[in-house]
């Protein structure tokens, strides 16, 4: 089983930065892709980004582009999310997510992340 926990998230002024983290530990894989999602209230959960294991290969939704940033540290399983230049449109629950091949992904938890303008 793979375990992910995420961190950072909370309450920030428009125009402001969060920087999320993820932390996987288990049974994690060898070259796992993974990335964010987001869901905010009485909507469906949809994709922000996501890195390859190379760290070098992402990719990231629309609204986020130049605004996000995603990285990964694969010495400790670790995949952040540098938010920049947030909206009150960003304010969802952020979620994790690590996929090994074409294996249904592991979640964590999820985030808080609340945009006031």
């Known amino acids: 089983q793979v375990q992910l926990v995420e961190s950072g998230g909370g309450l920030v002024q428009a125009g402001g930065s969060l920087r999320l983290s993820c932390a996987a530990s288990?049974?994690?894989?060898?070259?796992?892709?993974m990335g964010w999602f987001r869901q905010a209230p009485g909507k469906e959960r949809t994709f922000v980004a996501s890195?390859?294991?190379?760290?070098?290969?992402?990719w990231y939704a629309e609204s986020v582009k130049g605004r996000f940033t995603i990285s990964r540290d694969n010495t400790n399983n670790t995949v952040y999310l540098q938010m920049n230049s947030l909206k009150p449109e960003d304010t969802a629950v952020y979620y994790c997510?690590?996929?090994?091949?074409?294996?249904?992904?592991?979640w964590g938890p999820g985030t808080q992340v609340t945009v006031s303008s």
């Open positions: 997510y690590l996929q090994i091949s074409t294996m249904s992904p592991s």
């Open positions: 288990g049974r994690t894989g060898s070259n796992p892709k």
């Open positions: 890195i390859m294991s190379n760290g070098f290969n992402t």
